[in-house]
């Protein structure tokens, strides 16, 4: 995936630090939030993990650091649940502004349960996705309870969480014992999607029962069986975030990829801006590009890079097609191409026929019990590639008229 630093402010005005994910190989059809753990930030290795496999079904994720954590600013000592859920109201307002509204909020234990409530005040939001959350949010005040009489004596306490020195205010724990989700849940009308593990220790799996329960339909329910509370097995959230993906197909908006019709084998198209090229090989969609240092997205290989890996191709089926009809066992090929022209000049004099030198180097492996006559054989085999010839051939234009 690809990321952007990126700040925006809270409601107070104070800087949230965050990361704007995007896939590497398409521009994005959905904006998403994600919302991290009670203390945690932006930069977990699940919350990572789970943005990553959102980008590769074309969804680009904003996950920030809330007011007081991480990179963000403001005092953590000052905020509560009621501002976790307005930093992340002020994250949609930041997208709908500067990209696209998100459609989609994901979030992980407290900020699962934040995100519920988020999405009840975004009108964008189609599609919520809680993971490993508290039904009820006062649910973390056990992680403070060792200084609850302090904090109810002296207003505040420095906590330990996680092995990290906090200060809890007595407002934190006065504004979580006055949150239910049980009414908003009611209410909402928004497809969501409950992701928990029965061997969380942290936020028990019956907490995922009520939160479904408690909600209309469309809801749905996927257990994470062996998962513990942070995701700590990089298994285990990627395994979220591709559940999360394609569950979230369903209520999101993804345009539908045009139908090329068409009685040629290949068939390539692109648009007026940049050199992103939508490639239908019969059934098969593929996609060229060019690098970003030339005015390309880099959203796929380039026209050479495909023609290397069509030589390349070529070259090992030949090798192999040879190799077993003399009942020769070669375990592995392995084909390296390397083409020697810089792509981004090689038309500037296009209506010189002497302008155009290409060469390919190929380099060839063969894995397999083979004597040095057939090693030799196969080599000369190689030259034979169709595709080697063909790139010796003329390649004949029309014009199709509309």
Avoid at 22 to 39: D, L, Y
Avoid at 282 to 299: I, K, Q, T, W, Y
């Amino acid at each position: 995936m690809a990321s952007t630093k990126i700040q925006f402010p809270n409601s107070k005005g104070e800087s949230l630090s965050a990361k704007l994910d995007v896939p590497i190989n398409q521009h994005p059809h959905t904006f998403a939030v994600f919302a991290h753990c009670f203390t945690c930030n932006k930069n977990l290795s699940a919350v990572r993990n789970i943005s990553r496999a959102l980008n590769q079904a074309g969804i680009a994720v904003l996950r920030f650091d809330f007011t007081g954590l991480g990179e963000s600013e403001g005092d953590f000592s000052d905020t509560n649940f009621t501002s976790n859920v307005e930093d992340l109201i002020e994250a949609c307002q930041y997208l709908k502004q500067h990209y696209q509204a998100p459609e989609l909020i994901v979030g992980h234990s407290l900020g699962g349960a934040a995100v519920i409530c988020a999405a009840e005040q975004v009108a964008s939001i189609k599609a919520i996705a809680s993971i490993a959350a508290p039904f009820a949010p006062k649910h973390v005040g056990h992680l403070v309870a060792s200084k609850a009489v302090e904090i109810e004596a002296t207003g505040e306490a420095e906590v330990n969480i996680g092995g990290r020195s906090f200060k809890v205010k007595k407002q934190f724990l006065e504004d979580i014992v006055e949150q239910s989700l049980t009414e908003k849940l009611r209410k909402m009308r928004k497809a969501l999607l409950v992701l928990h593990s029965p061997q969380d220790e942290i936020v028990e799996i019956e907490n995922a029962a009520k939160l479904y329960q408690a909600a209309f339909h469309p809801k749905s329910f996927v257990s994470l069986d062996g998962a513990d509370h942070l995701l700590s097995n990089k298994a285990d959230s990627d395994y979220v975030g591709t559940v999360i993906a394609n569950w979230a197909g369903r209520y999101i908006s993804i345009p539908p990829k045009e139908v090329f019709n068409s009685d040629r084998q290949v068939v390539v198209r692109l648009g007026e801006k940049g050199f992103t090229s939508d490639v239908m090989v019969r059934h098969h969609n593929l996609v060229a590009d060019e690098p970003a240092s030339v005015g390309g997205n880099d959203f796929g290989p380039t026209p050479y890079e495909l023609l290397s890996a069509g030589l390349g191709a070529c070259t090992a089926m030949t090798i192999q097609m040879y190799a077993r009809r003399k009942k020769w066992v070669v375990e592995e090929v392995l084909v390296h191409i390397d083409h020697k022209k810089d792509h981004a000049t090689d038309c500037e004099n296009c209506e010189d026929p002497k302008s155009k030198v290409d060469v390919f180097e190929r380099f060839i492996e063969l894995k397999g019990d083979l004597d040095q006559e057939q090693i030799s054989r196969l080599m000369e085999i190689a030259d034979r590639c169709p595709v080697h010839r063909t790139l010796h051939e003329e390649v004949r234009t029309t014009l199709v008229k509309e």
